[in-house]
């Protein structure tokens, strides 16, 4: 497909982003920033299925939850500022356990700046003795944020993208959803979505990927404290 090179969006254009986790909503986020910036009215919609507020796999993105320190600090520039309940502990030190031993990586201001976070709304019937841990999700935060910059949210899973005469077409089950300008992909990339992108015939590939296993094992939060303290462990075995 021959690209424009001054692809410009007028005013009123409008934007879909495919995909409501980090990478569309940052998108998101700093897209409306900048057209405020320079006086650029742009409608701009979030495509996605799932809700962040809910328990369990079904709402979690599959991640680790674990925001690096300069990442944290950059936000806050931003104003966009991450703090209990989104934070469920600061922590200050990497730890990678190895069959020939232990390498901690510890922030270089140290200070607890390093911030673990729920992806979805947490392991499901999560109980503690001691007391129950406040809990609301990364991704619906800055969901949140997306929203407050102005941006329109629709619990919408996009199953198909075409193009027709250059323009992108994108489909739900129920039929075709309204035109866009721009389409953002940040559908992840193990997705139905992403597979949609490739077949566009634009060159698009998605990268290589390895699988990894993951586990939720309630512990307790006095365990946490007490076993690994205020660190992350990363467990490096040969098998």
């Known amino acids: 497909m021959k690209v424009n090179s001054n692809f410009e969006l007028s005013d009123g254009a409008r ?21 405020k910036q320079i006086g650029r009215d742009i409608d701009l919609t979030i495509y996605e299925n799932k809700n962040f507020s809910h328990e369990g796999p079904s709402s979690c993105n599959m991640c680790a939850g674990v925001v690096s320190e300069s990442l944290v600090q950059m936000l806050a520039i931003e104003g966009i500022c991450l703090k209990s309940p989104i934070v469920q502990r600061a922590i200050d030190t990497y730890c990678f356990q190895t069959t020939g031993g232990d390498v901690f990586l510890n922030s270089p201001s140290k200070q607890k700046g390093i911030a673990t976070v729920y992806r979805g709304g947490g392991p499901v019937n999560q109980t503690d003795n001691e007391h129950e841990t406040e809990r609301k999700s990364f991704d619906d935060f800055l969901l949140d944020c997306a929203e407050k910059e102005g941006a329109k949210i629709e619990n919408v899973r996009v199953e198909d993208i075409k193009l027709n005469n250059g323009r992108p077409i994108i489909f739900s089950k129920k039929g075709q959803l309204p035109d866009a300008d721009l389409v953002v992909g940040a559908c992840g990339i193990n997705t139905k979505t992403i597979q949609a992108f490739e077949e566009l015939g634009t060159g698009y590939t998605r990268p290589t990927t390895i699988k990894a296993y993951q586990s939720e094992i309630h512990i307790g939060e006095q365990n946490v404290s007490d076993l690994f303290g205020n660190a992350v462990y990363v467990f490096l075995i040969n098998q």
């Open 15 to 35: 934007i879909a982003v495919l995909g409501g986790g980090p990478a569309g909503s940052f998108f998101s986020i700093f897209a409306l920033k900048l057209a």
